[in-house]
Nanobody
Framework: QVDLVESGGGRVQAGGSLRLSCAAS????????MAWFRQAPEKGREFVAA????????TYPDSVKDRFTISRVNEKNTLYLEMNSLKPEDTAVYYC??????????????????WGQGTQVTVSS
């Protein structure tokens, strides 16, 4: 069991920035690909960003590319999501996700091994 605890959510005006953090309980964090997903009311869980265990390879959908940056500090067992130029459509609950150890497949929700509890991000116009 890996516990993931997100923090950093809140309310911000359009154009603003937020930084989310996700603290992992497992020292095997450095072997695990991590991702951020989000879920808006009455919508499915949407992929936001991912980073391989090596911290080098990152992936973003077009909706957040060039605005969001995912990063990790393996020595601190912590994942980050820097969000800039926020838009009202970015409003959602943001979830930290851990894939199985050494996972190298696609970043789809049903392959996630562990989820955080989520943190609310609200962007007002």
């Amino acid at each position: 069991q890996v516990d993931l605890v997100e923090s950093g959510g809140g309310r911000v005006q359009a154009g603003g920035s937020l930084r989310l953090s996700c603290a992992a309980s497992d020292r095997a964090f450095s072997d695990v690909s991590m991702a951020w997903f989000r879920q808006a009311p009455e919508k499915g869980r949407e992929f936001v960003a991912a980073i391989r265990h090596n911290g080098v390879t990152t992936t973003y959908p077009d909706s957040v590319k060039d605005r969001f940056t995912i990063s990790r500090v393996n020595e601190k067992n912590t994942l980050y999501l820097e969000m800039n130029s926020l838009k009202p459509e970015d409003t959602a609950v943001y979830y930290c996700a851990a894939y199985p150890r050494y996972y190298s497949g696609n970043y789809i929700p049903n392959r996630v091994a562990f989820w955080g509890q989520g943190t609310q991000v609200t962007v007002s116009s």
